[in-house]
């Protein structure tokens, strides 16, 4: 099915390559909701692999898919949205994506941080 390696291993491979259309296309198999549900052990889902880069494309197809990962953390207790917030660069993406997860997500500025930050 996945160039003869579990679905989970290739997303999870796919999303921090930047790997837009192998995503796409993973995401149109049968079967795919669990391997989005696959975590690292970072604790690290596909949206928190994805804040690494950043990609808003990435982020349109993911976060419609896995609404209930947009709020999951990861071992370090961040949330994707967090890890956007707090990339180092400088750019459009970074405020796009953070959008795409707000607006998936049903999240405001305060559920990004636990301790009200």
Known sequence: MSFGKPV????????PGNHVD???YLLRQNGIEAPLQHRNSR????LLLAARLCN???FRLLAP???EGIHQTD???ETALVRIIQHSSVSMDRYESAQILLAEGGATG???FEDGQ
């Open 8 to 15: 989970h291993q290739s997303i999870a491979e796919a999303v």
């Open 22 to 24: 192998v995503v796409e």
């Open 43 to 46: 604790g690290e889902n596909v």
């Open 56 to 58: 808003p494309a990435m």
């Open 65 to 67: 898919r896995f609404k």
């Open 75 to 77: 071992n370090q207790k």
């Open 110 to 112: 305060d559920d990004c």
